[in-house]
């Protein structure tokens, strides 16, 4: 049963080590969508019915030499002050990336150019990710042994499928 056996584990394995990425994709925001990082824009209210949630990206594409990208705290965000940054988050291009890695508020403008005067200035909130939808606790048990049931038929059946003919196929090297 030996090689057989192992190569029917490693093939679970590969299968089990890909399910995690069923999981909810990170989300990649254009700020402003199609108006991108300008001015004469309101982002709180292009903000304003989103949810950002942990991991997701803010996207902005701008004029680069014009506007910026610079991450401040919430005082300097009311008053659009630049020269105390968090983060500059510019990287010469004018597409920068903002990777919404801590669950916070960001605070972000546009230092240069009166860009934030003019309105380039986004405050987001960044939650952790909700549970899957209608999740509710009796319907949660249910639900995991209806995943387990699924796994017997996804993963265990095949194995033993696999097993079986790794034992046969084994035994038949023995005649040769
Ligand atoms: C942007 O919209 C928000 C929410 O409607 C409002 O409170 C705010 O005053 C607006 N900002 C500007 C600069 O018009
Ligand atoms: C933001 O930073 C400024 C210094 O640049 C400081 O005076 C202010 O208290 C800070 N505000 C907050 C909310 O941390
Ligand atoms: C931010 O970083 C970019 C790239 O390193 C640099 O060109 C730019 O001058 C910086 N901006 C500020 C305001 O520090
Ligand atoms: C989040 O990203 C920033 C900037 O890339 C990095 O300095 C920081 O260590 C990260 N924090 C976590 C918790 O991953």
Request: hydrophobic share 45%.
């Amino acid at each position: 049963m030996a090689r057989f056996a192992l190569m029917a584990a490693a093939v679970v394995l590969t299968f089990l080590a890909a399910a995690p990425m069923i999981e909810v994709e990170a989300k990649k925001w254009t700020v402003g969508d199609t108006k991108f990082w300008n001015p004469n824009i309101n982002y709180t209210i292009w903000a304003q019915d989103k949810h950002f949630y942990l991991d997701d990206w803010l996207f902005f594409v701008y004029e680069r030499n014009q506007y910026n990208v610079i991450e401040v705290n919430e005082t300097n965000y009311r008053s659009c002050n630049s020269e105390n940054p968090i983060a500059n988050w510019s990287r010469g291009a004018g597409r920068d990336l903002v990777h919404l890695n801590v669950t916070r508020h960001y605070y972000l403008i546009s230092g240069s150019g009166g860009g934030c005067y003019g309105g380039m200035k986004l405050a987001v909130l960044v939650e952790n990710p909700p549970p899957p939808p209608d999740a509710s606790p009796s319907k949660n048990s249910a639900r995991r042994v209806f995943a387990i049931s699924g796994l017997a038929h996804q993963f265990v059946i095949p194995v033993a499928v696999l097993a079986a003919i790794g034992t046969m196929w084994d035994a038949l090297l023995r005649f040769w």
